[in-house]
């Protein structure tokens, strides 16, 4: 019996048969949907969680971690309130965050992708205007 299985799985091997590849972290890229907002409280900002192999936006991540910083701006330790919200859009991504002054912002997200066993993990950068 056990030569059967020997056989077979040579043959797959023979004919190009394989499994699928599996999707690491580093296929997926987080986007801002806008990168330039109003300074302020409650800014809305949204992120894209893209598929680098197919350019397709991701519909069903689980965001669970978020963090606002003016780390681009030399300023890491300048950490501001972030609240994920609920996605209203497929593969869109909202929060509101405090912007209190002009600059750069930096968005660390932490997230899972159904099927991918590693946690996605990104920076966005937003440029907060007077």
């Known amino acids: 019996m056990c030569w059967k299985i020997v056989a077979v799985a040579s043959l797959g091997a023979t ?3 394989a499994e699928p590849a599996l999707a690491a972290a580093s296929d997926y890229v987080f986007e801002p949907v806008n990168a330039e907002v109003k300074k302020g409280g409650d800014v809305a900002i949204a992120i894209r969680l893209i598929s680098k192999a197919t350019g397709n936006p991701v519909t ?6 978020s963090r606002v910083d003016m780390a681009p701006d030399g300023m890491a330790e300048m950490e501001s309130p972030v609240t994920a919200l609920p996605p209203k859009e497929p593969g869109i991504y909202p929060f509101t ?3 209190p002054m002009p600059g750069r912002y930096q968005l660390s997200v932490a997230a899972k992708v159904q099927g991918e066993q590693e946690t996605v993990i990104g920076r966005v950068v937003i440029k907060a205007n007077k």
């Open 97 to 99: 965050a405090d912007l």
């Open 60 to 65: 069903d991540a689980v965001i669970f971690r």
């Open 15 to 17: 004919m190009g048969i």
